[in-house]
């Protein structure tokens, strides 16, 4: 069974940082794009950051480009999203994504993590 923990969210203040983490397990890791979606309170679940299997090529939202960095570790089966610069409009439930080629869309995400809350406080 494929599996996808996230875990690191937590409650910080304007302009703090948090990393983010995500162990798949019963996935060849090294043959997916993985990144991170998010879901505000009302809002429909949107598109952070993806990395390519290689890690080479890497993809961010506008609204997050400059403040957050996505990086994997294909030996700990392991993605990270480190988040700086965190403002109120972040909070979010954080979700964890794999899938076989690149997208920006939810509907085409393979496999989900459970999500990880992030509550920045102003």
């Known amino acids: 069974q494929v599996q996808l923990v996230d875990s690191g969210g937590g409650l910080v203040r304007a302009g703090d940082s948090l990393s983010l983490s995500c162990a798949a397990s019963?996935?060849?890791?090294?043959?997916?794009?993985m990144g991170w979606f998010r879901q505000a309170p009302m809002k429909e679940r949107e598109f952070v950051a993806f990395?390519?299997?290689?890690?080479?090529?890497?993809y961010y939202a506008d609204s997050v480009k400059g403040r957050f960095i996505i990086s994997r570790d294909n030996a700990k089966d392991t993605v990270y999203l480190q988040m700086s610069s965190l403002n109120p409009e972040d909070t979010a439930i954080y979700y964890c994504?794999?899938?076989?080629?690149?997208?920006?869309?939810?509907?085409?995400?393979?496999?989900w993590g459970q999500g990880t809350q992030v509550t920045v406080s102003s």
């Open positions: 994504a794999a899938t076989q080629t690149i997208t920006r869309r939810p509907a085409d995400v393979d496999y």
């Open positions: 019963g996935l060849t890791f090294g043959t997916h794009y």
């Open positions: 990395i390519s299997w290689a890690g080479t090529a890497r």
